[in-house]
């Protein structure tokens, strides 16, 4: 506890777990952890579970595994009350804190959201992968407080960070919860205290992200060398991945990992978009573009497929989605 309040910690994620390692160096008491097993992640879909259970039994630190990934079962309701938590931290949860939880706490839930652009811009799914696809090179991540609505809480800290060429979902991950580790580690005690300052959000201005599912990353290669490369790295681990298929055929799929642009000058002129271009002694190879080239360097196919010069990749008719008042 600190100063008489009883802090949880809500998550299922490697992330997850770096914010608890984060909060016990600052000498932060972690009362309680909640989280969902296995199982549970792999119905629900869950990008970079991590199984949470030996790592705190390690450290003796109580925790509860519920059975809905929503909150929604009433044993999981039952069980969560019972623990009187005054402090909720949400890290590695995709999922809205039903009202009745909120409620409970009697100081609130706190997690991280931000965009491009400081809140209420870029509310909804998924923030760091949009702006990874969009090509933004900054980002506003803010510790709010969850109400019942979607990510329109009061604000309690801030911190703006870059959005390099050099970084993916992977590292953009480290970079929002090292934001949230150090914002933490400020608020608690003076959430805890009752003397932290709350920032409403704007009236105006509040637009929302899309959800994302796996299908989404299907590359098309009539789009630009930059848009291919921004996917990739959007959707790169703990992520489902960009595809494409080979030779048209989708019982042969290729799941990219990583690629960089390859060049402007040298050029292909007979070739489409799609299209092998050169395979290297490595296994990295170059696919023409909308515009020029890409290499990819890191990337996944059936044992029995390989790729060569003669292949050409493609969507198996798959058309382009339109994202509808996506925020910019």
Known sequence: ???????????????????????????????????????????????????????????????????????????????????????????????????????????????????NKPLPHGRGRSPLNWSLIQGKKIFFTHLFQYLPGVDDGPIVGDQVFEITDYDDAHTLHFKNLLSMKRLCVEAIPKLALGTAEYREQPKEGACYYPKRSAEDGIVFWTNSTYDVFNLVRAVTKPFPGAFSYINNDKSKKLTIWKAIPFDSHIRWPNALPGDVLEVFYDGSFIVKTGDTSILIQEYEIPSDVFITPQVRLGTSDILPKTWLSLPN
């Open 1 to 115: 506890m600190i100063h008489g309040k009883k802090i949880a910690i809500l998550g299922c994620k490697h992330t997850t777990k770096d914010l608890i390692e984060g909060l016990l160096v600052s000498g932060i008491t972690i009362d309680h952890v909640i989280t969902i097993s296995s199982d549970k992640a792999e119905t629900q879909e869950v990008a970079g579970y991590y199984d949470l259970s030996n790592y705190l039994q390690s450290l003796n630190i109580p925790f509860s595994i519920v059975e809905s990934y929503n909150l929604k079962n009433t044993d999981d309701i039952e069980l969560i009350l019972k623990l009187k938590m005054d402090l909720l931290l949400v890290m590695g949860w995709q999922r809205l804190i039903p009202d009745w939880m909120l409620k409970s706490l009697s100081v609130g839930a706190f997690g991280m959201h931000g965009s």
